[in-house]
């Protein structure tokens, strides 16, 4: 039996993410259909579930142009959980802004 694999989103370049930083985002139901959909991003916590939802869950580059800021990614990205695929595709992607050998995490 075959299992379903997600494709993994990456930006094209990471000037292009241009996301809000302050504030309250609802996510669209195709990133986020949990019911939960509204993230504070002045709440560290929920900045953090913001930024893994968006990164597993995007479909295409402008979901993560739209929702993520370069800065804040960076800032974020050693204490993300993220599918040990997903977090390297990114670290190959760039290599210099993100830290590699950052924290792996088993999905």
């Keep these: 039996m075959?299992?379903?694999a997600?494709?993994?989103?990456?930006?094209?370049?990471?000037?292009l993410l241009h996301g809000p930083t302050s504030g309250t985002v609802t996510?669209?139901?195709h990133l986020d259909w949990s019911g939960s959909a509204d993230y504070t991003l002045d709440s560290p916590g929920r900045i953090v579930d913001l930024y893994r939802t968006v990164l597993i869950e995007a479909t295409k580059p402008a979901d993560l142009h739209a929702f993520l800021d370069r800065v804040t990614l960076t800032r974020l990205w050693p204490s993300l959980w993220l599918p040990p695929d997903l977090?390297?595709?990114?670290?190959?992607?760039?290599?210099?802004s993100l830290r590699t050998g950052s924290r792996t995490t088993a999905a």
Excluded: M, T
Aim: net charge positive; proline share 12%.
């Design 6 to 15: 997600k494709p993994i989103v990456v930006a094209d370049d990471l000037a």
């Design 2 to 4: 075959r299992r379903y």
């Design 27 to 29: 996510l669209p139901r």
């Design 87 to 96: 977090r390297r595709a990114w670290e190959e992607r760039f290599p210099e």
